[in-house]
């Protein structure tokens, strides 16, 4: 673990895009899948209003609808489920006490689905708010983790050579801006000393920005805004968290491989994690998939996605990627807390979080993946953190 200085932002953003030129298609190198896999399609809804498309001033009623049905918002690619899709063993339910305990921390927060797995088998499952089984919820930011899997599979496959590589080399558009000598590690770790405000009460952050940026410039919306960026430190020094250096590894990973990141996803992610839905992952100006936000799957996917983590994700990534992206490379003071290659990182595990209340909890000495999808009435809430951190504790006390 690094005791490096961490600047906090917000935990969390939305749909900050990320944007430049990239032609997708066969990848040099790039093996097919064993078996032929259905093709990646891309889904437009109806043209709206842009009024009605500003997610943090949804209303209640409308997140609880719309959460579950980001298809018909936003643009996006469409990843047919896995061709053996991983079956989920129900085993001893949890005590009744305890389950509902968790059904009351459902209540409190806003959850809209939560599934409890642990040392092999579902020992809770349950939903609210209209959500169902075979129904998406989207992600927010337990995308960036996503993302993160999908740069330790560039590596493994040889189109990244080396996390130390420096970012302009797979972003060419960054060169002479602050980002020079930035390296792939520090964006994956947001200890790249760039600063950045994530501040969405702010209409000047550079995240409140980024409509400006994509009106202006289009397709090379990001690519130009972080270019405007300062360097606040040394890089690897200071951790501030920053959406825009996720999207900047969507960029890398997408312009290495030559694949959009839904389309790499599908070999990497949904076929060997065994998804038994579909994936929905929305799409940016140019075409490509936002790093750093914004899929959508159903509750039980994401768990498979936590046990794909939770079991070191076979041979799609380098050997020992997940024990060391779900480490503190990152500290937090003396809290216990801190931040791995886009994974919080807490006391005895990690795990994926997103803005009102969506997150993957991982504890590897207990076999335990606690997934919770949710409609908090705001982006952020410590308090409902804790409370999670509450129930997941209890879990791992239960036989």
């Known amino acids: 673990m690094r005791n490096i200085k961490a600047g906090l932002g917000l935990a969390a953003a939305l749909g900050a895009l990320a944007i430049s030129g990239c032609n997708y298609g066969s990848a040099a190198g790039f093996e097919a899948a064993p078996v032929a896999l259905e093709p990646v399609v891309l889904i437009e809804p109806p043209v709206r209003d842009p009024s009605e498309l500003q997610v943090l001033f949804w209303t209640d009623e409308q997140r609880s609808e719309r959460f579950r049905d980001m298809e018909s918002w936003f643009a996006g690619h469409e990843v047919p489920a896995a061709t053996t899709p991983r079956a989920l063993v129900q085993g001893e339910q949890l005590p009744e006490a305890l389950a509902q305990e968790i059904r009351q921390a459902m209540r409190d927060t806003g959850a ?6 642990k040392a092999g088998t579902v020992r809770f499952e349950d939903y609210a708010l209209g959500f169902m089984p075979d129904q998406r919820w989207t992600s927010f930011s337990v ?3 996503f993302t993160s899997t999908l740069l330790g599979a560039a590596v493994k496959d040889g189109f990244i050579a080396s996390l130390d590589d420096p970012v302009t080399q797979y972003v060419p558009g960054l060169a002479g801006s602050a980002y020079e000598g930035v390296s792939v590690r520090q ?3 947001m200890t790249s000393g760039v600063a950045w405000n994530e501040d ?3 209409p000047t952050s550079d995240v409140a920005q980024l409509n400006r940026f994509v009106v202006e410039y289009g397709a090379d919306a990001i690519v130009a805004q972080m270019r405007e960026l300062e360097r606040e430190a040394p890089a690897g020094e200071k951790w501030v968290y920053k959406t825009g250096e996720t999207n900047l590894i969507g960029l890398v990973v997408e312009n290495a491989v030559g694949l959009s990141l839904a389309e790499y996803a599908q070999e990497k992610i949904v076929e060997p994690a065994g998804f038994e839905g579909d994936l929905f992952w929305m799409t940016d100006p140019r075409g490509g998939n936002i790093g750093g936000c914004c899929l ?6 994401y768990t498979r996605m936590g046990l794909f983590a939770l079991e070191g994700g ?4 380098p050997e020992g990627w997940f024990a060391e992206a779900g480490d503190s490379i990152v500290d937090f003071g003396d809290s216990g807390f801190g931040y791995g290659y886009q994974w919080w990182t807490y006391p005895g595990g990690y795990g994926a979080q997103g803005i009102f209340g969506q997150s993957i909890t991982i504890v590897p000495e207990e076999e335990l993946v606690l997934t919770v999808v949710s409609n908090w009435s705001t982006a952020t809430s410590n308090e409902h953190r804790a409370t999670w951190r509450g129930v997941a504790a209890k879990i791992v006390a239960a036989d």
């Open 187 to 189: 964006i994956a770790t």
């Open 314 to 317: 076979g041979d799609v990534v």
């Open 296 to 301: 959508s799957l159903t509750l039980s996917d």
């Open 200 to 202: 969405y009460t702010d």
């Open 112 to 117: 809209a689905g939560v599934m409890v797995h």
């Open 143 to 145: 995308a960036k983790s």
